[in-house]
């Protein structure tokens, strides 16, 4: 079966209400692609789709149903054709340490970010594999690498992302589908507000922080190239890379980049007019 152009392809991206995922379905719209915007949220991902011209469409899709992603490759199929791209970008956190969640909140990280992603990863092979081609694009992060405190259940799920997407992209080689992975660093979306409200999370202030549209670049971008992983930003991505491979370097280095994200944090809610307080982890022993 012929491949389809590499312009005006159809794509399903998950968690398109707004943040990382609205950015990539509106460059991807106006790179000539064909979208249909998924969220758990369906009058907000409606409302964004709206804007978006006739190239964009809408469906609610909570990626842990199996049932949902049927309905919305189905969807996209009736609207637009077959999916040539999925765009595997839906994913929550909880802030706060692994002893201050509460079990319900560590189950829905893991239920959302790892489970829900591999059901669509999983209904994307059936489908695409039967159709003759196809691209599975996962939105991972940085903390796949690098096991960071305030993100001890996040980072689990996206470090087992991680293995899943290549144990399955090497498992399918000899098919027809091609998968990339990009790992954000901190980029400004509601995720980060959410993590600016809590300081256990502080390290994601260590760094700066990247514009949604830059990252949706680099997905939409690998629409056509088809790298296999992308990271940020290209050059300390890598440091960090290393230092996740050296668990004494880690516990030494980790604790001196969360200082720095607590002075920046705090320095960004002082720009914001918002009070110093409460910038200490809520559960350090002996606090
Ligand atoms: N923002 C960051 O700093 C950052 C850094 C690294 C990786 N990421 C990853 O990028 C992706 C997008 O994050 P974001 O910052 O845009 O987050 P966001 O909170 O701005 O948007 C996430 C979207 O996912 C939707 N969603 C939540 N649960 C869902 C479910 N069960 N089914 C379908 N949709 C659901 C939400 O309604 C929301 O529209 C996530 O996978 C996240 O882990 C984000």
Request: net charge positive; aromatic share 4%.
């Amino acid at each position: 079966m012929p491949k389809p152009p590499e312009k005006g392809q159809v794509v399903l991206v998950t968690g398109a209400a707004g943040g990382i995922g609205a950015a990539i379905a509106e460059l991807a719209i106006a790179r000539g692609h064909r979208v249909l915007l998924t969220d758990v949220d369906e009058e907000a991902v409606l409302a964004r789709a709206h804007t978006l011209g006739g190239r964009a469409a809408a469906h609610a899709l909570d990626i842990r149903s199996p049932a949902d992603w049927n309905t919305a490759f189905d969807a996209a199929r009736a609207r637009f054709g077959a999916v040539d791209v999925l765009v595997n970008n839906a994913g929550i956190t909880h802030t706060g340490t692994a002893r201050d969640l509460r079990p319900q909140q560590h189950r829905d990280i893991v239920e959302i970010n790892l489970l829900g992603t591999i059901t669509g990863v999983c209904t994307a092979i059936e489908r695409m594999t039967a159709q003759g081609h196809g691209h599975v694009i996962n939105v991972c992060s940085m903390t796949s690498f690098l096991p960071l405190p305030g993100y001890a259940t996040y980072g689990a799920t996206k470090h087992a992302l991680r293995a899943f997407h290549h144990s399955v992209a090497i498992e399918e080689r000899d098919g027809p589908l091609d998968f990339t992975i990009v790992h954000p660093p901190s980029t400004r979306t509601g995720m980060l507000d959410q993590e600016m409200a809590d300081p256990s999370s502080a390290i994601a202030f260590a760094e700066k922080s990247y514009a949604p549209e830059r990252i949706a670049e680099a997905v939409v971008d690998a629409m056509t190239a088809k790298p296999v992983e992308v990271v940020f930003p290209p050059f300390a991505g890598r440091f960090q890379r290393a230092v996740g491979v050296f668990p004494r370097l880690m516990r030494r280095v980790i604790p001196l980049v969360e200082a720095k994200g607590l002075r920046e944090r705090e320095r960004l809610r002082a720009a914001q007019g918002i009070p110093a307080a409460g910038n200490r982890r809520t559960s350090q022993k002996g606090s």
